[in-house]
């Protein structure tokens, strides 16, 4: 195990940073007709990223351990139970194994949060104990959304009464799809505020919002409402994260950010996987906001398999040899 501790590459990334929270504005239907999305430019600029930003050993380690600190490591099945949740969150607290950490100078190195339906967050915050880590809860008539919104913002206040400190909501797409930005605003502000002060994550499922268009001005209305974070995925539809809609998302919080002076964070959630993909994701990141949002408090993969990979690829590092993936096992 004689690799360099590669702790200076990434140490000045704390689990929770302070950022001022986004506190929404009025609805401001110019800006948000404005927005505009250049498909054919889009994905030619996504299709050069994975070639142009590849790092080796070291650096690969350093990036691969930052990508660690951003997991939502997530368990949303059916037959979840408090075991597998308890397991999954001691994952959360050592999520590469302990020898591993030590040679690379990250002993204390966890993931980002822990992401559950809410029947189980009193178990992940009991299991979780003093990590610092947060709980966070699928919301709002997850994934689908269509359920009465009486219902939906009690699902929410319930869950923050539970202990999350996070809830991702889903927003109502057929708002999207029929242009009803209005409604889709007043829908988003009533979730921010049932949310108090636990952070919103805002998820669009853009997989069934028809256009780039869309993405770009359904994230710009929720950002306007008051979302903490803006989120591609449900990880349930056919389509998940993508890189041509996660540059478009990106900008959308670029320009978010330069007009009110609030940072948004970004959460790319389903059929990330591979640790190739997250070093991809992190570039992106990078390119387009700066790496003030490649902390936790801003950035998040919504993932589980993600970190067996990411697992497999550090023991490589420092021992030189892959192991087997049954031998990375999240819960």
Partial sequence: MGKTAIRPAIQAAPQQDHEARNPGLALDMDWVMRARANRSAVERRCATLPGRRSVKKDHQAAWLARAVSCIDLTTLSGDDTAGRVRRLCAKARQPVRADILEALGLPDLTVGAVCVYHDMIETAVDALGDSGIPVAAVST???????????????????????????DIVISR???????????????????????????????????LGTLQNVARASLVCMMAGADFIKTSTGKESVNATLPVSLVMLRAIREFHAQTGYRVGYKP???ISKAKDSLTYLALMKDELGDRWLRPDLFRFGASSLLGDIERQLEHHVTGAYSASWRHALA
Avoid at 189 to 205: N, P, S, T
Wanted: charged share 30%; with cysteine; net charge negative.
């Fill in 269 to 271: 959630a389903g059929g």
């Fill in 174 to 208: 057929r708002k999207v799809l029929t242009g009803d930005w209005q409604g889709l605003y007043d829908e988003m502000r009533a979730f921010r505020e049932a949310c108090g002060d636990a952070h919103v994550k805002a998820i669009l499922a853009t997989g069934e």
């Fill in 141 to 167: 008539g997850f994934p689908a959304g269509l359920s009465p919104m009486r219902l939906r913002v009690a699902e929410i206040e319930e869950s923050v009464k539970a202990g999350a400190a996070e809830i």
